[in-house]
């Protein structure tokens, strides 16, 4: 007899999307002349994670609340990883995100 799985997906948490945003941060600050690889790693792992909608809201919200935890980040920067990773993101990277539009 063959059971189907009851659970549901789960859904990108804030620590996920902070463990996989973490390697950009040196780039961000402007520490780093060049993106280290992790960082687009990473970015192309939250993108790959976030499929649903909820799941982009909520990954907009963390990043969001992360840029407040480091005011050392610099917006061009932070727009520039996505292109610089070759990744599309469903938001702009930016330090005034508005997450809820």
Request: glycine fraction near 2%; hydrophobic fraction near 35%; charged fraction near 20%.
């Amino acid at each position: 007899m063959y059971l189907a799985d009851s659970r549901s997906p789960a859904s990108i948490t804030c620590s996920t999307v902070e463990l996989n945003a973490m390697p950009c941060l040196p780039y961000a600050e402007g520490d780093k002349p060049t993106i280290d690889p992790k960082c687009c790693t990473g970015l192309q792992n939250l993108v790959a994670t976030a499929t649903s909608k909820n799941d982009k809201v909520t990954a907009c919200h963390c990043l969001e609340d992360a840029f407040q935890k480091f005011p050392a980040i610099h917006d061009k920067y932070m727009k520039a990883i996505p292109n610089l990773c070759n990744v599309t993101v469903p938001f702009p990277l930016s330090k005034e995100m508005k997450c809820d539009k």
